[in-house]
């Protein structure tokens, strides 16, 4: 499997502290997403995506298997990657000013300050967050905190970016705006995406492809590729007839 | 904004608070005016106030105070230069933690005070004696809440910072330290208070160079008037009483965004 921006081949993941006879996290995972696309990766519970973002994010090695970036072996945390993670109230910084947790990032790539100003309120407006530069996290709502997290990531620029069920808990209307501002970023762009989710719904609506896993240890159980059109629409789209087979599709692979 | 609330219900409270304080006084005054007590025990609340009043601007006096905010002082300082860097290594290394442990558990139960008579033996009556055991009593708090701030560390704090790229030692500078600051500042605050009870302590069984403690020694023996005594008292609960506000009112302005101090109504 060759071609993509990223490449997942053989993956295996077991827990350090696991039990000795226990299966391991991740099998065997394979799949890859080509530049510019958004793939989202669906599973049961516990079945090993949070994991699987770990190993691609760099923050833990693979006990077997490569994850290879741009076709180089990934080593460490690569350059390039920008994470969203769901617990927004976690992985914002509640000490730093809304403007500082999106700067954060930035600080290490060697910007002139005028530019990492200009990168901070250009990421913040366009995720509709204009004039909360000065605000806390914890002074926004749930909705308005995932937008900082997609900002920071953003002002990064990265080629990958890497989100792990990132609007799990926020409501419906807000998720739907959230896929929105998900789907006009990425395009606007052209970064590519890795969307970890457990809501068949939200892969189908959002993804090029769809990778299902097996319950643990995980497997890639299908590789489906979403033919829908775009734009897509959170109406139109969803109640077409393309949709509602693919989504059928998608829930019995997994229920399987 | 999170604070308005506070801001706002905080004349209230120390009206009250002041009012209670009248009554108490008053009640003092009364007691003793009508003979209820023996003025030779208890001297009436009112005089005892005019002799506080007039020690705060006796600089004889305020030598004293001078002596026990410099052991006060420089003992806090002490503990927490030596607390906090072993608050974080305990903190964040399990196996340094389990092979301290029964050393810890051993010295913890000590009362700092049953160590006066040993220091003085070793350190004589000086301030260095005084630092040292202000400095003993005072770092128990500030290491327990150090360790703890660091165990409560978020790992995906850590590892938000870690996929964007942060090295080890970023993180530790802008996100572990900033993250454990509220509670090793939570240790610092009780140590405050530990640290003023034991320089008065130390003073009063050490005697020898100037400090409320010794000062109220001075003034307890037979013939000198009850009062002095009493304002002796009411000086140091009112140090206390002003340390605790400052690092309070500290703790308000530096920590805001905390969990424990927000309240987001
Ligand atoms: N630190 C750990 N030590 C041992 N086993 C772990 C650890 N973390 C996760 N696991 C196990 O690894 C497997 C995969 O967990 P993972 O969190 O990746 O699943 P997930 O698909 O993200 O689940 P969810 O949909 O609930 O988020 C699970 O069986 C879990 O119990
Ligand atoms: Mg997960």
Redesign the pocket.
């Known amino acids: 499997m060759t071609g993509g921006l990223l490449e997942v081949d053989g993956l295996g993941f077991r ?4 039990a000795p006879d ?1 299966p391991p ?2 099998e065997a995972v394979s799949f890859s997403v080509p530049g510019g696309s958004l793939v989202a990766v669906v ?12 190993c691609v994010a760099g923050l833990v090695r693979p006990t077997a298997g490569e994850i290879r970036l741009d076709g180089r072996p990934i080593d460490g945390v690569p350059d390039a990657t920008a994470v969203v993670f769901q617990d927004y109230g976690r992985s914002l910084f509640p000490w730093m000013s809304v403007a500082d947790n999106v700067d954060l990032p930035l600080r290490r790539l060697g910007l002139a300050p005028a530019e990492r100003r200009t990168r901070v309120s250009d990421a913040l407006a366009e995720v509709g967050l204009a004039g909360t530069e000065a605000s806390y996290p914890w002074q926004l709502s749930g909705g308005m905190q995932q937008r900082v997290a997609i900002a920071r990531a953003m002002a990064y620029r990265p080629r990958l970016l890497l989100m ?2 990132p609007f799990a808990s926020v409501d419906a209307q807000v998720r739907a705006d959230l896929q929105e501002l998900t789907l006009s970023v990425w395009q606007a762009h052209g970064s590519t995406v890795l969307f ?1 989710t ?1 809501d068949i719904d939200e892969a189908v609506y959002l993804a090029d492809r769809v990778v299902v ?1 097996s319950p ?1 240890p ?1 497997r890639v159980a299908a590789d489906v590729a979403v033919g829908l059109p775009r734009p897509r629409d959170q109406i139109a789209t969803r109640s077409s007839a393309a949709f509602v087979e693919l989504r059928a599709r998608v829930a019995r692979l997994i229920r399987r | 904004m999170s604070l308005a609330l506070g801001a706002t219900d905080a004349p209230g409270r120390v009206g009250r608070g002041l009012i209670g304080v009248a009554a108490f006084i008053g009640l003092a005054e009364v007691v003793t005016r009508a003979g209820i007590v023996n003025p030779a025990y208890l001297p009436p609340a009112s005089s005892v106030l005019g002799t506080t009043g007039r020690l705060l601007v006796d600089p004889a006096f305020l030598v004293h105070v001078a002596g026990t905010l410099a052991a006060w002082a420089m003992g806090l300082a002490a503990a927490a230069a030596i607390a906090i860097p072993i608050g974080l290594l305990l903190g964040s290394s399990r196996r340094v933690r389990d092979a301290s442990a029964a050393a810890v558990e051993l010295l913890r139960p000590i009362p700092s005070v049953a160590l006066i008579p040993l220091a003085i033996l070793l350190l004589g009556r000086g301030l260095d004696m005084r630092v040292a055991l202000v400095a003993y009593a005072s770092a128990w708090p500030i290491l327990f809440n150090t360790i703890y701030g660091v165990r409560e560390l978020d790992p995906l704090a850590i590892d938000t910072a870690r996929a964007f790229g942060l090295g080890r030692s970023e993180v530790i500078r802008r996100i572990a330290l900033p993250s454990a600051a509220p509670f090793i500042y939570t240790g610092l605050r009780v140590a405050a208070s530990i640290a003023l009870i034991l320089a008065v302590s130390v003073e009063l069984i050490a005697g020898g160079a100037p400090g409320i403690g010794t000062w109220m020694l001075a003034n307890s023996g037979a013939g000198v008037p009850r009062e002095l005594l009493y304002a002796g008292i009411v000086v140091s609960g009112l140090l206390g009483l002003a340390i605790n506000g400052l690092m309070v009112a500290g703790e308000r302005r530096l920590f805001a965004w905390a969990p424990r101090l927000r309240s987001r109504l």
């Open positions: 827990h350090a502290d696991a226990a996290a991740i599973g049961p519970s516990g079945s090993g995506k949070t994991t699987l973002l770990r792990d069920e970890v457990h896993l643990a995980a």
